[in-house]
């Protein structure tokens, strides 16, 4: 197994983290997934995890990496939060 670890933006609270991790769940290959809130971590592990794949699906849920945050990053955050908020 093999552990990535991602520091992304705009995680603010339980309804981001359901969203992210039900996101990153469903690569192949994926076992598990951790989120600090705190320190805005994803660490992430499983075999042959494309790590360009869950930046990008992370981008499009408003959870860009560390460095690479936009207005319209933090506004698709705002309805991912939503959505995990529901779920």
Not at 36 to 44: A, G, M, R, V
Not at 59 to 72: A, C, D, Q, W
């Amino acid at each position: 197994m093999e552990k990535q670890v991602i520091w992304v933006e705009n995680i603010k609270c339980g309804g981001c983290m359901t969203s992210i991790k039900s996101a990153i769940m469903k690569f192949a290959g994926v076992k598990s997934v951790e989120i600090n809130l705190e320190e805005e971590k994803i660490s992430i592990v499983g075999q042959g995890v494309k790590k360009e794949a869950i930046l990008k699906k992370l981008t499009s849920l408003g959870y860009p990496e560390k460095g690479h945050n936009t207005i319209l990053n933090q506004a698709k955050s705002y309805v991912s939060c939503a959505v995990g908020k529901m779920s």
